[in-house]
């Protein structure tokens, strides 16, 4: 199976939001609100930002959240700022008992 | 504090074997899912396995299916990845990480360990 597709790069301004897209089919996205969306900064561990599509995990920001339209799957962050700069990956359960990952994306705060 | 540590990576030659341990700490092992998922340089993370609360249910990526087997000892907190045949597309960073969801899957990894390297050249 492919990765879920999501944009090589965003960038933004502090204070401004942005939205990741993850775009997948009709087995995987489409089909389970079984969604996540991790967080990575060089040199350490993903970090869980966003599970079963919309729901955050205890200690993450609210700044944070997430939503699904068919078979697309998508990461807001309001009111950015410096430390929100990372890599953030978006996966999904495939209906086969295995989990699909996205190829990243590079969140630049401008 | 809710922890995983990895160990057992290291250099290894194509066609030889590896076992990865996670050792746990800070939550009731035996209630949770644990997977495995590695990293290699530069790429995006890419699912290994993963292993029921109970032990009763496991499951693998075609790419490491038949090579691979997950497993864990509750007494012990302790999960394993037994590593067969291993070639140089295996070269990655393993972590286990441990499922969100109480007993069942949610298919969401909540707890990373820190990793451990598993390098496969000749």
């Known amino acids: 199976q492919s990765a879920l597709t999501q944009p090589a790069s965003v960038s933004g301004s502090p204070r401004q939001s942005i939205t990741i897209s993850c775009t997948g089919t009709?087995?995987?996205?489409?089909?389970?609100?079984?969604v996540s969306w991790y967080q990575q900064h060089p040199g350490k561990a993903p970090k869980l930002m966003i599970y079963d599509v919309t729901n955050r995990p205890s200690g993450v920001s609210n700044r944070f959240s997430g939503s699904k339209s068919g078979n697309t799957a998508s990461l807001t962050i309001s009111g950015l700022q410096a430390e929100d700069e990372a890599i953030y990956y978006c996966s999904s359960y495939t209906g086969t008992s295995t989990v699909l990952f996205g190829g990243g994306t590079k969140l630049t705060v401008l | 504090q809710v922890q995983l540590v990895e160990s057992g990576g290291g250099v290894v030659q194509p066609g030889t074997s590896l076992r990865l341990s996670c050792t746990a700490s800070?939550?009731?092992?035996?209630?949770?899912?644990l997977h495995w998922v590695r990293q290699a340089p530069g790429k995006g993370p890419e699912w290994v396995a993963v292993?029921?609360?109970?032990?009763?249910?496991?499951y693998y990526a075609d790419s490491v299916k038949a090579r691979f087997t997950i497993s864990r000892d509750n007494s012990k907190s302790t999960l394993y990845l037994q590593m067969n045949s291993l070639r140089p597309e295996d070269t990655a960073v393993y972590y286990c990480?441990?499922?969100?969801?109480?007993?069942?899957?949610?298919?969401?990894?909540?707890?990373w360990g820190q990793g451990t390297t598993v390098t496969v050249s000749s």
């Open positions: 990480a441990k499922e969100e969801r109480v007993y069942y899957y949610s298919y969401a990894m909540d707890v």
């Open positions: 800070g939550f009731t092992f035996s209630s949770y899912g």
């Open positions: 292993m029921s609360h109970d032990g009763s249910n496991k």
């Open positions: 009709s087995s995987d996205v489409g089909a389970y609100n079984y």
